[in-house]
């Protein structure tokens, strides 16, 4: 019995199947239609949820980036284990003193050391020649460490406790902008992922009210399937199929569009961010989850659009 079960079942299921590719076919326009509105709304949410993602991606990235500078005074020989002192070779005693604090230091990732003279060279690259005037001893730059911390909360407790080391002439960490920039990057994150949820809401409103009508020029048909005695589920069967047809359908132009645009817009700008040390989403990553998202959503929401719309008329 449990086998018979099945292979009615299954009979039933590929009858269903068969009869919702005859229902889009038959009603053409209503189809067309329909696939068309689930086209148009899948297109706005892959954009909108690339964008939202990468934002959010660049803006972790910018947080991520921001460290503590940390300036040593100008008689402070941090890295060297011997100096100069009245002509004479001797032993640095504050040799790693100012380099052993910071990293002994909580919430302290890493710290990287830059000499005056590497400071110097990156200032004549950025800022031009005319710097060259402050050759050799007239360099005023100091020797600095750069300081990452393990989460970016920590930057402002990191540059507190850096201003305490003995040694330390003056430590940045960019302030005021520091703490707006995070404030920004926790509202795009916020903010971003309720428009999205927002759109995909929007989304199931619009699709759901574009199959309501095609599922309404056929009220005749489904009156007279109940009239002969047809089953709320046999009936339901085929317009769900139908349904999860018009989303599937509909999420193959969007996906295609993820596919080539997103890729255009990662060669094109991703080399250039890179240079800062930003990074958009890798294409091998993003694309098949949009892709798979989009399908994923074009079937969901065309079978419950389906569903939402059959209660109507099957009275349930």
Do not use: C
């Not at 329909?34 to 297109?43: D, G, R, W, Y």
């Not at 574009?210 to 002969?228: A, D, G, H, P, Q």
């Amino acid at each position: 019995k449990r086998k018979e079960s099945t292979d009615t079942m299954i009979r039933r299921f590929f009858r269903h199947l068969i009869e919702s590719f005859k229902s889009l076919k038959r009603n053409g326009w209503m189809t067309i239609a329909a696939v068309s509105s689930v086209m148009i709304t899948l297109s706005l949410v892959a954009i909108f949820a690339s964008v939202i993602a990468n934002t959010i991606k660049l803006s972790d990235d910018i947080q991520n980036s921001v460290r503590v500078v940390v300036y040593m005074r100008k008689d402070i020989q941090d890295q060297s284990e011997q100096i100069e002192q009245e002509g004479q070779t001797v032993t640095n005693e504050n040799y790693h003193k100012v380099y052993d604090a910071l990293t002994a230091m909580k919430h302290v990732d890493k710290v990287d050391f830059s000499s005056k003279e590497e400071q110097y060279d990156k200032l004549i690259k950025t800022a031009g020649n005319n710097w060259k005037i402050f050759d050799g001893d007239a360099n005023p730059l100091y020797d600095a460490y750069y300081v990452e911390t393990t989460a970016p909360k920590y930057v402002k407790q990191v540059s507190a406790d850096a201003k305490k080391i003995e040694g330390v002439s003056e430590v940045k960490d960019g302030g005021v902008d520091t703490q707006r920039l995070f404030a920004l990057g926790t509202f795009i994150r916020n903010w971003g992922l309720i428009g999205v949820a927002l759109l995909i809401f929007i989304a199931v409103f619009l699709i759901s009210n574009t199959i309501r009508i095609t599922i309404i020029s056929r009220s005749r048909e489904i009156k007279i399937m109940r009239l002969v005695g047809a089953k709320n589920g046999y009936i339901r069967a085929p317009f769900l199929l139908e349904g999860a047809w018009i989303g599937l359908l509909g999420a193959v132009v969007p996906s295609a569009l993820v596919f080539y645009v997103y890729n255009v817009v990662y060669t094109s700008m991703n080399n250039n961010l890179t240079d800062q040390n930003l990074h958009l989403y890798s294409p091998h990553l993003l694309v098949p989850i949009m892709v798979g998202g989009l399908f994923g959503l074009g079937i969901l929401i065309g079978a419950i659009g389906s569903s939402i719309s059959m209660r109507r008329f099957l009275k349930i």
